[in-house]
């Protein structure tokens, strides 16, 4: 199986800092990862799609890239609305696909 | 736009079966696939398997002997069977819609999850 390895494990930040999570796979997998945002009690939401594609209705303040095997989730200015715990997901291994153990994102 | 809603019994017993369903509002299974994902209190998130629309099925390989899942296009919905229960299956379960996008998978769309608790 892919492994998949995020970091940090959790974040504090402030409401306008610039974040940066980053997720790493134990394999290349090109570009087929995907970021998800999850709040307590809530299902998770896609994010960002094909390593760096914006889901459509999520800001513009996300953003995501990279390929290969190192892989990186920013927020530009971060909003109160946006702390979460943040995954990654790779669909590399078609059938069969697994997500990052979680970061999340504390109000500092 | 297109709704998951998912059922199912919260509480079972060590050694039951437990039985989820998801009815698609909005929208077709088809051409989609359709996954059950899990998440144990407190911790990540686990994918279980998936149906096409056509009930082409595939499964985690650490879950797949006790797992099925199933699809009923007359009714829009897709099910979850996971026998054997254990404590460690204590989790939310989801359903998911895999959409594909530039020859890739992704969940867009989300069941609001069900609490499954294992305990005697």
């Known amino acids: 199986d892919i492994q998949m390895t995020q970091s940090p494990s959790s974040l504090s930040a402030s409401v306008g800092d610039r974040v940066t999570i980053t997720c790493r796979a134990s394999q290349s997998i090109g570009t087929f990862l995907n970021w998800y945002q999850q709040k307590p009690g809530q299902a998770p939401k896609l994010l960002i799609y094909v390593a760096s594609t914006l889901q459509s209705g999520v800001p513009s303040r996300f953003s995501g890239s990279g390929s290969g095997t190192d892989f990186t989730l920013t927020i530009s200015s971060l909003q109160p609305e946006d702390f979460a715990t943040y995954y990654c997901?790779?669909?590399?291994?078609?059938?069969?696909?697994?997500f990052g153990q979680g970061t999340k994102l504390e109000m500092k | 736009q297109v709704r998951l809603q998912q059922w199912g019994a919260g509480l079972l017993k060590p050694s039951e079966t437990l039985s989820l369903t998801c009815i698609v509002h909005g929208g077709s299974l088809s051409p989609h696939y359709w996954s059950w994902i899990r998440q144990p209190p407190g911790k990540g998130l686990e994918w279980i398997g998936e149906?096409?629309?056509?009930?082409?099925?595939n499964y985690n390989p650490s879950l797949k002997s006790r797992v099925s899942i199933s699809v009923d296009t007359s009714k829009n919905q897709l099910s979850l069977k996971l026998n054997s229960l254990t404590a460690a299956d204590t989790a939310v379960y989801y359903c998911?819609?895999?959409?594909?996008?530039?020859?890739?998978?992704?969940?867009?769309?989300w069941g609001q999850g069900t609490l499954v608790t294992v305990s005697s």
């Open positions: 149906s096409s629309h056509d009930g082409i099925t």
């Open positions: 997901q790779q669909s590399y291994t078609s059938r069969m696909y697994t």
């Open positions: 998911a819609r895999g959409l594909l996008s530039d020859y890739q998978y992704h969940f867009d769309c």
